[in-house]
T-cell receptor, first 115, second 113 residues
């Protein structure tokens, strides 16, 4: 079974500080794509960052970066200089091109930003 | 504007009354899918479709039906809703390949009494 594990149901961070959300996954496939989505209280799903598994260089998008450890099947999200608008539920996901291109999501981490 | 349009946003119904949640995308995406979101369980896939007339079960298909008669539309049908189908539902679409992201609809909060 394809699984994505987010072991931190809730996290909090002081405004302007840095926080890391963890994600591990389990797949026997070598080719896949990894994503982090953000869901604010509006419940809209917003793509934060994505990474191709064949790329060794970690993806970055402004204050958001990932630590991708392929051998460990780990894909953590680092948020630097946290802002109040970063408060949301964060979902890790991966996509397997060889099994119908399905997306598999984790259970989410609820991030609180403390002013 | 590229978007996935999902309706309705909120729906309250009673057990056994058939309902349909509509989903339409204007991006010519091949891939479309339905998810339900429940607290502590994340997003679980109900059904997905790789193209017109091609649909497959996801992880939690029981009690749901879908159809893909046109590329842009992918309705979710609950023939006989039950209270355990009370959930937040999302439709999503994507280009078929690779690192292309999922575009999500705005969600449907369904309550089955």
């Amino acid at each position: 079974a394809q699984t994505v594990t987010q072991s931190q149901p809730e996290m909090s961070v002081q405004e302007a500080e840095t926080v890391t959300l963890s994600c591990t996954y389990d797949t026997s496939e070598s080719d896949y794509y990894l994503f982090w989505y953000k869901q604010p209280p509006s419940r809209q799903m917003i793509l934060v960052i994505r990474q191709e598994a064949y790329k060794q260089q970690n993806a970055t998008e402004n204050r958001f970066s990932v630590n991708f450890q392929k051998a460990a099947k780990s894909f953590s999200l680092k948020i630097s200089d946290s802002q109040l608008g970063d408060a949301a539920m964060y979902f890790c996901a991966y996509r397997l091109p060889n099994t119908g291109n399905q997306f598999y999501f984790g259970t989410g981490t609820s991030l609180t930003v403390i002013p | 504007e590229a978007q996935v349009t999902q309706n309705p946003r909120y729906l309250i119904t009673v057990t056994g009354k058939k309902l349909t949640v509509t989903c339409s995308q204007n991006m010519n995406h091949e891939y479309m899918s339905w998810y339900r979101q429940d607290p502590g369980l994340g997003l679980r896939q109900i059904y997905y479709s790789m193209n017109v007339e091609v649909t497959d079960k996801g992880d939690v298909p029981e009690g749901y039906k879908v159809s893909r008669k046109e590329k842009r539309n992918f309705p979710l049908i609950l023939e006989s809703p039950s209270p355990n189908q009370t959930s937040l539902y999302f439709c999503a679409s994507s280009l078929r390949q690779g690192v292309e992201k999922l575009f999500f609809g705005s969600g449907t909060q369904l309550s089955v009494l």
